[in-house]
């Protein structure tokens, strides 16, 4: 009997958890899963408007082959987006990293400058950013600042050549360095998120480890860096999130022009190829981590 009244009560439970996120499963059904796959069939057809709606007339490839073989601008700006993407993440990774490990210590002025580094933040969003835009004559994507007013005046590579670095090293710095403002522009949520994680990992780690006489060095990557595994796991992946979606990104940039021009077909399969291929990158990411750190420090 009483096994029964605990079953009983248990499905009692599991069916008003059912009805109570049933709105949010309607709306994520109607406005998320059946759009994504109608554009998924889009990227298979030809749209046209007519009177009596949009008809739809099914081609096959066609659209991918014409976006990878015919039309060169595509492949172009797509090599471009992965360069710009695989530079992006590590140094975003890297410096939200060491900038929320310096605002986590104990300084005068601590407070300060953790506004500092998520001002940024806020002026991305809403009306802060329309304004900052206008007084910038709409010349920046996502900062009103321009190439003179930032790391413009100061030619990286003449600098690099004169270091005589190799070439490969050489063109990453250079791309870094240029885009450097951007790069720390777009890192004051993963810093947060870093300093959360940080304020998570219990102290009493650390006092044993001064007990027995680690470094700092030795706290950093014995204990900090473990117990920030599934931190920097959302970092990484809030941050791809961010750089796929960005307004600077050429080839979703050349998918949403396609939509301007009504070749809803041509840009439905230049979005779905770019973001099956970040899509793979993901779970390749998600399995080599989970198998080289979690698994090995979980």
Known sequence: MKNRKKKGVEAIRARYGLLFISPWIIGMALFFVYPILQSFYFSFADLSITEEGVATSFVGTAHYHDILFVNPEYTDNFVLA???????LPFILVVSLVVALLLNSKFRGRLFFRTLYFLPVILASGIVLEL??????NNATQVAASSEATFG?????????G???????????????SNVFMMVWQSGIQIVLFIAGLQSIPDQLYEVSKVEGATKWEE???????????????????????????????????GYNQFTNLEYGAGSAMLWFYFVFIGLFIAL?????????????G
């Open 82 to 88: 992965l360069k710009d993407f695989f530079i992006s």
């Open 132 to 137: 900052f835009l206008n007084a910038a004559d």
């Open 153 to 161: 005046m100061i030619d990286f590579t003449e600098v690099l050549k």
């Open 163 to 177: 270091m005589r670095l190799p070439e490969t090293i050489e063109k990453y710095l250079s791309i870094v360095l």
């Open 220 to 254: 950093f990557w014995f204990i900090t860096l473990p117990m920030l595994l599934r931190t920097i796991l959302l970092v990484v992946i809030f941050t791809i999130v961010e750089l796929v979606t960005s307004n600077t990104n050429p080839a979703v940039m050349q």
């Open 285 to 297: 990411f998600l399995l080599v981590y989970n198998k080289a750190f979690l698994k090995r420090w």
